[in-house]
Nanobody, 120 residues
Framework: VQLQASGGGLVQAGGSLRLSCAASGSILSINNMAWYRQAPGKQRELVAIITNGGRQTYGDTVKGRFTISRDNAKNTMYLQMNNLTPEDTAVYYC???????????????WGQGTLVTVSS
């Protein structure tokens, strides 16, 4: 199973970006999917989680600005980020709990990360 994150880049404060995370490989089903981020010198923090039923949970710092969504048919998750601030600058990682095959349980997988830089 591989997760490919994309969509990062440089944006001015107040701008928007949309991240994508596509899962591929041996996938029977995907449970929760999530975005995390890690800023320089800081610990990795949760940004948002979405269940396979679409229930969303957000970190306090992004509530009202970010929206997580997923397309189960495409095994893809998105993060719409609006009203970005320099404090949102970080490497964003996607995570998914995947059941690769009927004989296997859920396993956690990480994408490679995509850099988001917000200039003031």
């Amino acid at each position: 199973v591989q997760l490919q994150a994309s969509g990062g880049g440089l944006v001015q404060a107040g701008g928007s970006l949309r991240l994508s995370c596509a899962a591929s490989g041996s996938i029977l089903s995907i449970n929760n999917m999530a975005w995390y981020r890690q800023a320089p010198g800081k610990q990795r923090e949760l940004v948002a989680i979405i269940t396979n039923g679409g229930r969303q949970t957000y970190g306090d710092t992004v509530k009202g600005r970010f929206t997580i969504s997923r397309d189960n048919a495409k095994n893809t998750m998105y993060l719409q980020m609006n009203n970005l601030t320099p404090e949102d600058t970080a490497v964003y990682y996607c995570n998914a709990r995947v059941r690769p095959a009927p004989s296997m349980g859920l396993h956690g997988y990480w994408g490679q990360g995509t850099l988001v830089t917000v200039s003031s």
